[in-house]
């Protein structure tokens, strides 16, 4: 396998499980922002879910990218 094959998937792994945090956190955060602030015990829009839901997704998918970045760049050079 090519080593820099290895570290973009070593890096979108890493990615992955920080982005599954990070929209996990987010989740929690915007249900309860969206619980105190905006609609509290009144039942919620459809939208309001759809929007977390989505936010979250991208989370996770520009984690994922930005881990595949760091990996594609931190390659070590090839000895010669």
């Not at 956190?25 to 309860?32: D, K, M, Q």
């Amino acid at each position: 396998m090519n080593r820099r094959f290895a570290f973009v998937l070593i890096g979108g792994a890493l990615g992955a499980a920080a982005g599954f945090l990070l929209a996990c956190a987010f989740i929690i955060f915007g249900a309860g922002v969206f619980w105190l602030f905006i609609f509290g015990d009144d039942t919620w829009p459809s939208a309001a879910e759809t929007a977390l839901t989505m936010a979250a997704a991208l989370i996770w998918f520009v984690a994922v990218v930005a881990g595949a970045i760091i990996g594609w760049r931190s390659t070590p050079e090839p000895v010669r």
